[in-house]
């Protein structure tokens, strides 16, 4: 099955709320992805953080679906874009070189 990558960033919204909100907000999106791990879907979830290890470059989520649509159908589920709080985006992921199996 093809593999699917959704890049995403805070919107300003998300900047302004205070960090017991975020963590809040965080927190319902690690139980989000918890729980399709939990039903079997084959996911790699995280952060991006800079040279000094500080998070604010967004999260990244690498997906495996059948299709477009149905990992589409998946990440809209996501309590960050349910609540509007990332500008993200989907793509399919075409391999082209690799040394190593990914083993979810």
Same mark, same amino acid.
């Given at each position: 099955?093809?593999?699917?990558?959704?890049?995403?960033?805070?919107?300003? *919204?998300?900047?302004?709320?205070? *960090?017991?909100?975020?963590?809040?907000? #965080?927190?319902?999106?690690?139980?989000?992805?918890?729980?399709?791990?939990?039903?079997?879907? #084959?996911?790699?979830?995280?952060?991006?953080?800079?040279?000094?290890?500080?998070?604010?470059?967004?999260?990244?989520?690498?997906?495996?679906?059948?299709?477009? #649509?149905?990992?589409? $159908?998946?990440?809209? *589920?996501?309590?960050?874009?349910?609540?509007?709080?990332?500008?993200?985006?989907? $793509?399919?992921?075409?391999?082209?070189?690799?040394?190593?199996? #990914?083993?979810?």
């Amino acid at each position: 099955m093809p593999f699917f990558i959704k890049t995403e960033k805070f919107t300003d *919204n998300t900047k302004k709320l205070s *960090n017991e909100e975020r963590k809040l907000f #965080l927190l319902m999106h690690k139980n989000w992805v918890e729980s399709l791990i939990q039903s079997g879907e #084959l996911i790699i979830s995280g952060y991006l953080t800079n040279e000094q290890r500080i998070p604010g470059g967004g999260g990244l989520l690498i997906i495996e679906a059948k299709n477009y #649509l149905a990992a589409k $159908h998946i990440i809209l *589920n996501d309590p960050m874009i349910i609540n509007k709080l990332v500008k993200w985006e989907l $793509h399919e992921w075409i391999p082209v070189f690799k040394n190593f199996k #990914l083993n979810f």
